[in-house]
């Protein structure tokens, strides 16, 4: 079965950092998310991705937070200078066209130290 | 703006009973709702869906239940077992990107 894969599984970062999350969303899904979760808290949006843009973003995703899909397989998240409260486990999600079932990796666990 | 919310965060049930998961949703446009099921460690996945013209599905040992009248969707889970412990999320299709904070289902032996 198809599936989202994310890199790395964890990572430890000092704040102030640069960090960058990856993510293969499924081969034919053309819309891409990120999602974080904070420790026992919600899901939260971040970005939603098509056509090579952005479609919408959060208030969360602020200008330290940028998403790219440099190839035709990669869709990373790079957190420009990492902050405590980036702490999370980071979701990628994709979807087909057409389709309203999101398929999400198994997640990047950052831990901003 | 939508507001997609679950009733009980916690739900406790012995291994071999059934379980209710609710959901409040407040977008009257949603057109299509999923449940999700997040284990320890994992990503949500995928449980089951409705389309807003339905008011049940039954999937393996799963339901769904949408009553429009009141915007409440609930997650019905026939002979609990204990792989059934996870977070569950409702999710609207009226608005993709935001999740109800999540039940979190334990199952005890």
């Known amino acids: 079965e198809p599936e989202v894969t994310q890199t790395p599984s964890h990572q430890v970062t000092q704040m102030g950092q640069e960090v960058i999350l990856r993510c293969v969303p499924i081969?034919?899904?053309?819309?891409f998310y990120w999602y974080r979760q904070i420790l026992g808290q919600k899901v939260e949006f971040l970005v939603s991705?098509?056509?090579?843009?952005?479609?919408?973003k959060s208030e969360i995703f602020d200008d330290q937070f940028s998403v790219e899909r440099p190839d035709g397989s990669n869709f990373t998240l790079k957190i420009r200078s990492t902050k405590l409260e980036d702490s999370a486990m980071y979701f990628c999600?994709?979807?087909?066209?057409?389709?309203?079932?999101?398929?999400f990796g198994a997640g990047s666990r950052l831990t901003v130290l | 703006g939508e507001s997609v919310g679950l009733h009980l965060p916690t739900l406790s049930v012995q291994e071999g009973d059934n379980s209710i998961i609710n959901c409040a949703y407040s977008?009257?446009?949603?057109?299509?709702f999923i449940w999700y099921k997040q284990e320890s460690g994992k990503g949500p996945q995928f449980i089951i869906d409705?389309?807003?013209?339905?008011d049940k599905r039954q999937g393996q040992r799963v339901t769904v239940l949408l009553n429009k009248t009141v915007k409440h969707l609930s997650l019905q889970i026939a002979a609990t077992q204990p792989g059934d412990s996870a977070v569950y999320f409702c999710?609207?299709?009226?608005?993709?990107?935001?999740f109800g904070g999540g039940t979190r289902l334990m199952v005890k032996p």
């Open positions: 991705f098509y056509n090579n843009e952005i479609s919408e």
């Open positions: 081969s034919n899904h053309l819309y």
């Open positions: 977008n009257s446009a949603s057109d299509y």
């Open positions: 999710h609207s299709s009226g608005n993709m990107l935001t």
């Open positions: 409705i389309r807003s013209n339905m």
């Open positions: 999600a994709s979807k087909g066209v057409g389709a309203n079932v999101l398929t």
